[in-house]
Every structure is written in C-alpha cells, then in structure tokens.
T-cell receptor, first 114, second 111 residues
Framework: EPEVTQTPSHQVTQMGQEVILRCVPISNHLYFYWYRQILGQKVEFLVS????????KSEIFDDQFSVERPDGSNFTLKIRSTKLEDSAMYFC????????????FGPGTRLTVL | GDSVTQMEGPVTLSEEAFLTINCTYT??????LFWYVQYPGEGLQLLLK?????DKGSNKGFEATYRKETTSFHLEKGSVQVSDSAVYFC??????????FGQGTELSVKP
C-alpha cells in the first residue's frame, strides 16, 4: 500500500541553524501539506501546497519557513533559523486531486532545537 | 475561529469495555469531519470520516455520527481491544485544504 515517508525520523539542531525536513508524498497525489505538533499540544496546520505554489498558510508559517517541491517526488520544509519553540513533531501529508478531504500522513519528523 | 474540542485523556479501559470519546466542533458551515488514530511511534491514520449531517462513519468496529444539531462527532466502539491503545484525534476540514484537529485523546486498554 502506498504511503507517505519522511526523513529523518529525528533531527537535533542548534538554535539558529537551518534545517530541511523531507517528505516523499504518495506518487499520484497533487496536494501537499505540513502540520506540526508541539509536545502535548494539538496538531496544527502550517501550509498547503498545490501546483508548485502555496495554497494556504497559517500564521505560524512566517518568513522563517519555506516549502519546495524540488523534483517530482520530494516535498521539503525548510526552517531558516531555528528557535527553541520550533521543537515539535512535523507531519507531512498528501491527498489526491479531487479528493482533498482525505489526507494521508507520514510518520513525522521529531525536531529538537537545543 | 474554527475549532475542534475533544474530551481530555488519558482514558483507561479494560478489554471489551465500551468506548466513547467526545468531540464537538464549531459550526461554521457544514465541514467534513474525521477521526484519525496515531499508534505508538507511527503517523496519523484516517480511521473514519463523515461528510454531511447524519452520516455515520465506521471502520474497524469504530463508529461516529455527524450530529449537526449538537455539533458533535463522538467516537464509539462497543468492545475495545488492547490493540486499540493509541491517541485519537477528531478533526474538521476547512476550505483552503487544512484540517483543524482537536487536542487528541490517549486511550489505554488493559487486558
């Protein structure tokens, strides 16, 4: 069964460093998303992406964040200068064209900022 | 703004007990509603969904009915198993492609 994959599973970085979180969505999906979950809190929407551009972003998704689909398979989230409060589990998700409701999630990347 | 509220956890039950996890949503429009489950060490998996009022979503013995009059989508299962131990998330779909999640309810089922 096709699935969304994410790498790395755990990333540790120093405050102020740049990190790139990687995702491989399901191959025939066209809509891509990033969510995050700070420990003990809700899963929060960050950004949606379709046709090589951002469809919607939350207020969390400020200038420090960017997304990219550099090739036909990867979807990346970059944090330019990490802060302590960026420590969270980051989930990638994807959905098919015409079925945007049903989003399939990856296992997540746990980001720890020291 | 739009939100989803779930009952607080953790919920601890014995095997074969009846499960209810309450979920209510803010009533802006008629959003599609979902339950996702997160097993230990894994990502979020769609458990069931309902797209309009009075729809009942069901999967793996779990059920939830879209109640417009009470803006609720409570998750139920008649007889839980140890393997159902996980965190359960209620969510609503918003235009623009985003899911709005509740805070999650941890379920622990003891043999």
């Amino acid at each position: 069964e096709p699935e969304v994959t994410q790498t790395p599973s755990h990333q540790v970085t120093q405050m102020g460093q740049e990190v790139i979180l990687r995702c491989v969505p399901i191959s025939n999906h066209l809509y891509f998303y990033w969510y995050r979950q700070i420990l003990g809190q809700k899963v929060e929407f960050l950004v949606s992406f379709y046709n090589n551009e951002i469809s919607e972003k939350s207020e969390i998704f400020d200038d420090q964040f960017s997304v990219e689909r550099p090739d036909g398979s990867n979807f990346t989230l970059k944090i330019r200068s990490t802060k302590l409060e960026d420590s969270a589990m980051y989930f990638c998700a994807s959905s098919m064209r015409g079925a945007v409701n049903e989003q399939f999630f990856g296992p997540g990347t746990r980001l720890t900022v020291l | 703004g739009d939100s989803v509220t779930q009952m607080e956890g953790p919920v601890t039950l014995s095997e074969e007990a009846f499960l209810t996890i309450n979920c209510t949503y803010t009533a802006t429009g008629y959003p599609s509603l979902f339950w996702y489950v997160q097993y230990p060490g894994e990502g979020l998996q769609l458990l069931l969904k309902a797209t309009k009022a009075d729809d009942k979503g069901s999967n793996k013995g779990f059920e939830a009915t879209y109640r417009k009059e009470t803006t609720s989508f409570h998750l139920e299962k008649g007889s839980v198993q140890v393997s159902d131990s996980a965190v359960y998330f209620c969510a609503r779909f918003n235009q623009g492609g985003k899911l709005i999640f509740g805070q999650g309810t941890e379920l622990s089922v003891k043999p």
